[in-house]
């Protein structure tokens, strides 16, 4: 027989744990202690006193969830009561989109149920690899969905998404059309599917709005998921600070210089840069992108305190366009430059090869003057010789 609890919430639905998993106890005390506990303490009157403060074993739990129930059951008394909360007394819990609190305890509930030990996914993975596993967290994620105003039209895809807690996050947070993970390794990417699948049932448990939702195992390089990645989504995170130089090549070639105009994409090391175009960068993806760094958080990631910087990468072809227009338009320019320097120093030519014809010409006339003043002198001389003889 499953671990059940009853839902409080009008559109809430009952959740179901298995009972041979004996960390699925400690999901169920975690949910009545930090959940119902704080909203409802009215419905926990029954259980035995002290019990939020004592660390209770399996069978314990599971007598306070079973006192908790014949209180929020349908058939208990005062039923329409109980089942009524206003959202003024559920408050955050009372509405169907979530914040970031209940998106995070959600998250983290459903953490704890596929991933009871975690040491696991960290021994599983290479180090110093592209394999290298680490965590953004979910605080550091609320500040990228809410920087980039993430919502209903926006489809998100991590690239890499090891068990799947930021997709599931921001299918929850954001109210995105849809969130897709795909994760290459096999021992994450089966503990995924169990996250996704528990996600699921308490989302459906507290009455809550969700996104598609949907975490692959698979390899994202593989044709088969070419489509997804650059047609469909709109927004891209992948945690590549590990990367090698060879991955980061091939993603940047077979991925991210097919993306359709306006696609995000948010990363731990940047893919552009911020240099603008030159001859010799056009066929960089800074050619058609735009890229700005982040707000980073203290805390932000699981492998340091420090604060990791993230970018962001936007497709801008038209970035590309204008290169080759400006350049087409000084090409122009110097053309017509070049072609007016032609018709100056052509008129220059012609204008010396005038002035040379007049001056011929006033030298010539000059030389013609002087030797009619000659013939005339000489006449002179003789006509006054002769009369003086």
Known sequence: MPLELFPICGTGKTLRLPTSQPHMYQVIYGILKQVYLPLVPDILEGLPQGWSELLLDQNQVAECAKKYNMAAKPDAKNVKRRRSYSSSILKEWGHRQCTFGVARDIVNFAYECAVPRPSQLNNHYKSFSSETYGETNLEQMASIIDELRLGPSDVFVDLGSGVGQLVCF??????????????????????????????????????????????????????????????????????????????????????????????????????????????????????????VQMRSLVNGVSWTANKVDFWLTTMVPTKLYKYYESELHKKKGHCERSEAGEQNQEHGRKKRKTELRLDSSVKKSNESGTNSARSRRLAFSERTLSSNL
């Open 170 to 291: 921001a299918a929850a947070y954001s109210n995105i059309k849809q969130a897709v993970g795909i994760e290459l390794s096999p021992l994450p990417a089966g503990r995924a599917v169990d996250l996704s699948n528990y996600f699921k049932k308490i989302m459906d448990h507290f009455g809550k709005n969700c996104g598609a939702l949907k975490l692959i195992h698979g390899d994202f390089l593989d044709p088969k998921f070419k489509k997804l990645i650059t047609e469909e989504a709109t927004v891209i995170y992948i945690n590549n600070l590990a990367f090698g130089p060879e991955l980061m090549l091939r993603i940047t070639l077979e991925l991210l210089q097919e993306l359709k105009p306006g696609t995000r994409i948010v990363s731990t090391k940047p893919f552009g840069s911020r240099k603008r175009v030159t001859y010799r960068s056009t066929c960089d993806l800074s050619a058609i992108s735009d890229t």
